[in-house]
């Protein structure tokens, strides 16, 4: 038994399977760039979605959120609020109304007091997103 | 100690040890905001709780793969570290640097961090576990390049054996990774993508190199098994990590805008991933009983099986839980993930850690083990950090049934809120589970701490 699989079988296999699935990989990453553009929404990809974006990255939404299920799972799942609330305008107002010293007993999100412009910013970021071809994820609307 | 120089590891494992407290303490806070929302609010936010956790659990582990590479390097190499004066160095910069980021979160909004740490330059902040400002990054590359070349000076001239350059394969990866946390598109989708080149990579990658490396250096040195047995199962146990894990990546990729295909790729690959955990066990307990002598550090051998054991439990069983697309459908961001995460990054990284601590301390104190009722105190902290992290791992695992039902199963699903309510009687358990673990994770602390005159004689 020891004879027939020896050290330097082991050691063969273990480089040639690493390089041969490193290699596979690369391939699949080429080939998810190639079919992106049909399904990540890139058209509406605008300056101000990207500065929604890095609104959503300097404070931390992640910390408490999902977004398309990764995350914090404190929480509700944020890919799909743009459809749950049936637009903007709903997304901003619940954000602007956040009270400074949160809510007593509830988990509670911080008042961020951003302006007319970073609340719209986001609110097209979480749009953008929603539209994402994500597989028919999350199964239901409640994310 | 073989050699002088290996005595740097100590500074790495207290530094390990002391900041794996402070992660649990935040843990409990956590646990606590989870039940009593407003708890701390606003002074430390859930966000900024979490944050300090997980950052402080990366910051531990890596001091503890320094350590144990201080450790066991110099003996496999059969010479002195190449120089202990940089390893020191490197010490007091990654825990200052550590130490600030940590603070940053804490003192000041993390839009203002951002704002202070320049994060507009390169934005790299606000994602999971890449939280840090961009110049701690750059400061980690800085340590980890420093580190490798000293290690790998250590190797290169003297004797390489199989351990070392399977550990050295694991952290040049897990360096040369790292780097994808400098790109950060606007692309959500290529940002999510490349985001799991470092975090899924990372543990079902590189890092399991680092952890059978360890895993297996304690085993020769506690059972006296042949190097050629173990060397075999070594590269076995690597050979199926790489070959299931690269692909395994696919796991991630079912949900969030990458091709279809992904949930083939992803729940084939990612179902073979317990098999390397698998033979993990196969490997620690072949050799125990396979044993040449009686080591008699009993707790170092309890570590090592320990970590077998609850690797493939943690990372192979509730990672295959919910690894197939159907599956991960429900589950995908529920409480069956961070169920998964706890049972997985503790069993596996956090207990190959303390393997290596329970075996290098007595060590480097001048005795081969501790005193029995030292000994004996170590493993009490062993049973009551691994059964009460089960239990957190069954009450969160509870809770995520539920709200996968809940939320998105039943033909009338409930909001998010709502079913947070309804479950958070398992919130409540897993605090209760969570003091205990607290409790076992201290014992581990006071069982390396000197012994009272007398005390030994007594036991
Ligand atoms: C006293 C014990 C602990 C408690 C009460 C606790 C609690 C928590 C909570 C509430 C979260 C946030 C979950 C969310 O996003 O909603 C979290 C995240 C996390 N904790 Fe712990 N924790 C404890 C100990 C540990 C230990 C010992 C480890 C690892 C060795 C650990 C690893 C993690 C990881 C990896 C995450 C991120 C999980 C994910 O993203 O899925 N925790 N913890
Ligand atoms: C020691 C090794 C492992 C560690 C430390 C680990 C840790 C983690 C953590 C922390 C997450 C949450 C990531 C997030 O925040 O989004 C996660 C997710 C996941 N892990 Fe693991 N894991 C390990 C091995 C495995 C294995 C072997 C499998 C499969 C058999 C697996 C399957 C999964 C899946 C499917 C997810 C995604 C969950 C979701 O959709 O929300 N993991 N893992
Ligand atoms: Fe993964």
């Given at each position: 038994m020891q004879e027939i699989f020896t050290k330097s079988m082991a050691r063969n296999i273990y480089y040639g399977g690493s390089l041969f699935f490193v290699l596979l990989f690369l391939v699949l990453t080429f080939d998810t760039h190639k079919a992106l553009p049909q399904r990540d929404n890139r058209a509406n990809l605008t300056e101000q979605v990207a500065a929604g974006k890095r609104l959503w990255e300097e404070n931390n939404c992640i910390g408490c959120h999902t977004l398309l299920g990764e995350g914090a799972y404190y929480a509700p799942e944020l890919g799909n609020v743009f459809v749950r609330y049936g637009g903007k305008e709903g997304i901003k107002a619940f954000i602007q109304s956040r009270p400074a010293n949160g809510i007593p007993g509830r988990r509670s999100m911080p008042q961020f007091n951003f302006n007319a412009e970073e609340l719209d910013a986001l609110a097209e970021f979480l749009k953008y997103a929603s539209e994402i071809n994500t597989d028919k994820w999350p199964p239901n609307v409640q994310g | 100690m073989q050699y002088q120089s290996q005595g740097v590891a100590k500074l790495y494992f207290m530094a390990a040890i002391g900041l794996f407290i402070a992660q649990i303490i935040f843990g409990l806070i956590l646990g606590l905001q989870y039940v009593m929302g407003d708890f701390l609010f606003p002074a430390i936010p859930f966000n900024v709780a979490r944050m300090v956790h997980t950052n402080l659990l990366i910051v531990w582990l890596l001091f503890g793969f320094m350590g144990a590479s201080y450790y066991l390097v110099p003996e496999e190499a059969g010479r002195e570290l190449y120089s202990p004066g940089l390893a020191k160095l490197m010490f007091w910069i990654f825990l200052i640097a550590g130490a600030l980021t940590i603070v940053g979160y804490l003192a000041v909004p993390y839009a203002t961090l951002a704002k202070i740490t320049r994060n507009s330059?390169?934005?790299?902040?606000?994602?999971?576990?890449?939280?840090?400002?961009?110049?701690?990054?750059?400061?980690?590359?800085?340590?980890?390049?420093?580190?490798?070349?000293?290690?790998?000076?250590?190797?290169?001239?003297?004797?390489?054996?199989?351990?070392?350059?399977?550990?050295?394969?694991?952290?040049?990866?897990?360096?040369?990774?790292?780097?994808?946390?400098?790109?950060?598109?606007?692309?959500?989708v290529l940002d999510k993508y490349y985001w799991w080149w470092v975090v899924h990579l990372w543990v079902e990658g590189?890092?399991?190199?680092?952890?059978?490396?360890?895993?297996?250096?304690?085993?020769?040195?506690?059972?006296?098994?042949?190097?050629?047995?173990?060397?075999?199962?070594?590269?076995?146990?690597?050979?199926?990590?790489?070959?299931?894990?690269?692909?395994?990546?696919?796991h991630h990729y079912y949900w969030i805008g990458t091709p279809t295909y992904w949930q083939w790729f992803g729940s084939i690959f990612s179902a073979l991933e317990p098999i390397p955990f698998f033979v993990m066990v196969l490997f620690a307990f072949n050799t125990i009983n396979q044993r040449k002598r009686e080591h008699p550090n009993k707790a170092t051998v309890l570590w090592a099986m320990g970590t077998a054991v609850m690797a493939f439990l943690g990372a192979g069983v509730w990672g295959f839980l919910h690894t197939l697309a159907p599956v991960n459908y429900y589950t995908h961001g529920t409480q069956i993930t961070a169920a998964?995460?706890?049972?997985?990054?503790?069993?596996?990284?956090?207990?190959?850690?303390?393997?290596?601590?329970?075996?290098?301390?007595?060590?480097?104190?001048?005795?081969?083990?501790?005193?029995?009722?030292?000994?004996?105190?170590?493993?009490?902290?062993?049973?009551?950090?691994?059964?009460?992290?089960?239990?957190?791992t069954l009450f969160l695992t509870g809770a995520g049934i539920l709200q996968v039902y809940l939320q998105r199963y039943t033909a009338d699903p409930l909001p998010f809120m709502l079913v947070q309510d309804k479950i958070a009687l398992f919130y409540w358990m897993r605090v209760g589970a969570g003091v205990i673990f607290i409790v076992g994770a201290l014992l581990f602390v006071l069982s390396f701490l000197p012994e009272r005159k007398g005390a030994a004689q007594a036991a």
């Open positions: - | 330059l390169l934005p790299t902040m606000g994602r999971e576990f890449l939280e840090q400002p961009w110049i701690t990054k750059v400061g980690i590359v800085v340590v980890a390049l420093a580190f490798l070349f000293n290690v790998g000076m250590t190797v290169l001239t003297g004797r390489k054996t199989v351990v070392t350059v399977v550990l050295l394969t694991g952290l040049v990866g897990l360096a040369v990774l790292f780097l994808f946390s400098f790109y950060n598109p606007d692309n959500l590189v890092w399991e190199l680092i952890l059978a490396a360890i895993l297996a250096f304690v085993l020769i040195k506690t059972t006296g098994v042949d190097r050629e047995v173990i060397e075999k199962w070594l590269y076995v146990i690597i050979a199926m990590t790489l070959i299931t894990g690269i692909i395994g990546t696919g998964h995460g706890h049972l997985a990054f503790f069993g596996a990284y956090a207990m190959v850690v303390m393997t290596i601590i329970s075996y290098a301390v007595p060590i480097m104190n001048g005795q081969e083990a501790k005193s029995n009722r030292l000994q004996v105190m170590e493993m009490w902290s062993f049973w009551l950090m691994t059964v009460s992290m089960v239990f957190i």
